[in-house]
Structures are given as structure tokens and as C-alpha cells.
């Protein structure tokens, strides 16, 4: 049965993202599906660029720009960096932290009924850790939101471990690490299967079905 749902994705050109825009473009659920990114993502059916998908090429610095684009069923976000990537705590705090915070204060306003993003396992607002202080401070803050009188927006957040998949750059202990998970991540059981490594197209999944379990 089809629904009808329109999605805006932000982070779609990342490792998490390209395999939600795909999922999304085959999904008959929605029929709308809008990404808002400053570069081109990446789509393995040419056809969609003018059926299904919508972009809007644009620097996250100017999302506030964009207010309309967030007039939508669904707000996906898979935004993501490294400290390293990023070049310095500040501007990682910008992408991770900022930018999420922000997008979901623009699908509040504009009363989506769905806003998911992705956060880590771990992630505690009184970490010592700043990488997971810092996704810890992003979940206390939008779900403050979800309290907010006349809030019609649903918040979620899904808290992967290392993700699995091909990358754009090479990160030297992601892949040990994903290739040691391979080997031996069965032996996590029970308090640690949270801490499985989890392919990204798998956190795709959960993004586009949050109700069902997730191993964090």
C-alpha cells in the first residue's frame, strides 16, 4: 500500500546516508524524497535524479536558507565526522553537533511528524570521552524538544557502533577494528552485542524503521 511519504535526508553523500537515499528511492512508501547536501549524491538508478529525488545543492552553514525543504513527513539526518576529519573540536562539534541540533529545531517548526538522526552507542552528556559527550549533548538537547507544549514532532534516535562499509577515506582503526569485529564479534552477547560492529546499510534500516530492534 503505498503512503505517499515525503523524506529529506541530510548527510547523503555519507557512509550511512548513500545506502538510506538509496533504501528511500526504492521504498514505494514515499513518493518525495529531497536531499539537502553540498555536493551530489551518489545514486544507483539514473532515473531517480527526475522522478523521485530532489537536491538541493547547499553549504549546512546556510540550512536555515532552506526552511522549506523541511516541510516533510520524515527528516532523516546521517550527518558524521572525525575530530581529524573535521581538523579541530570546534568545527567536529559544528557537523555533529550544531547541525543536528539545528535541523531538528527547523522539522519542529515545520511540524514533520518524523525526525531520526544518528547518534552512537555510548553517547553521555558526562562522558569524559568529547566525541561521545558531544553526541550525548546532541540526544539531551532534541529530546528536551520532544516535551515542548504543542510538539507534533516525533524525535528518535538510533546508536550504532562501528560502522561497517566502504568509505571515501581510508581510516586506518576503523578497519582493523571492523575486520577484528568481523572475526569476533559474536562473542559479544548480552550487554555487549550493543557494541557489535553494524554495517551502514543496516542503520539505513533502522532509520527507516525505528520501531523495530536494533542490537544497540
Known amino acids: 500500500m503505498v503512503h505517499g511519504y515525503s523524506a529529506l535526508v541530510l548527510g547523503s553523500t555519507g557512509l550511512v546516508g548513500q545506502h538510506l537515499l538509496e533504501q528511500l528511492l526504492k521504498d514505494e512508501q514515499y513518493t518525495s524524497v529531497t536531499s539537502l547536501s553540498r555536493s551530489m549524491p551518489m545514486v544507483d538508478d539514473a532515473s531517480a535524479l527526475t522522478d523521485k529525488l530532489n537536491i538541493v545543492l547547499s553549504s549546512l ?3 536555515a536558507d532552506h526552511q522549506n525543504v523541511f516541510d516533510v513527513d520524515h527528516v532523516y539526518v546521517c550527518l558524521g565526522t572525525t575530530i581529524k576529519q573535521a581538523g579541530s573540536k570546534a568545527q567536529f562539534k559544528k557537523v555533529d553537533h ?3 541540533v539545528l535541523a531538528a529545531q527547523l522539522a519542529q517548526a ?5 525526525f531520526v538522526w544518528v547518534s552512537s552507542v555510548g553517547a553521555d552528556a558526562s562522558s569524559s570521552s568529547f566525541y561521545l559527550r558531544t553526541k550525548g549533548k546532541v540526544e539531551e538537547t532534541i529530546m ?3 516535551t515542548q507544549s504543542g510538539n507534533k514532532t516525533q524525535f528518535i534516535h538510533v546508536n550504532p557502533s562501528l560502522l561497517l562499509g566502504e568509505r571515501d577515506t581510508f581510516r586506518l582503526a576503523e578497519t582493523v577494528a571492523g575486520y577484528l569485529g568481523k572475526w569476533f564479534g559474536w562473542l559479544m552477547i548480552g550487554p555487549l552485542r550493543k557494541y557489535r560492529p553494524v554495517h551502514a546499510s543496516d542503520v539505513a534500516n533502522w532509520m527507516r524503521h525505528p520501531q523495530q530492534p536494533t542490537n544497540g
Open 110 to 114: 515545520a511540524q514533520c511528524k518524523r
Open 144 to 146: 528536551k524538544l520532544q
Open 98 to 100: 550544531d547541525y543536528v
Open 61 to 63: 552553514d546556510n540550512m
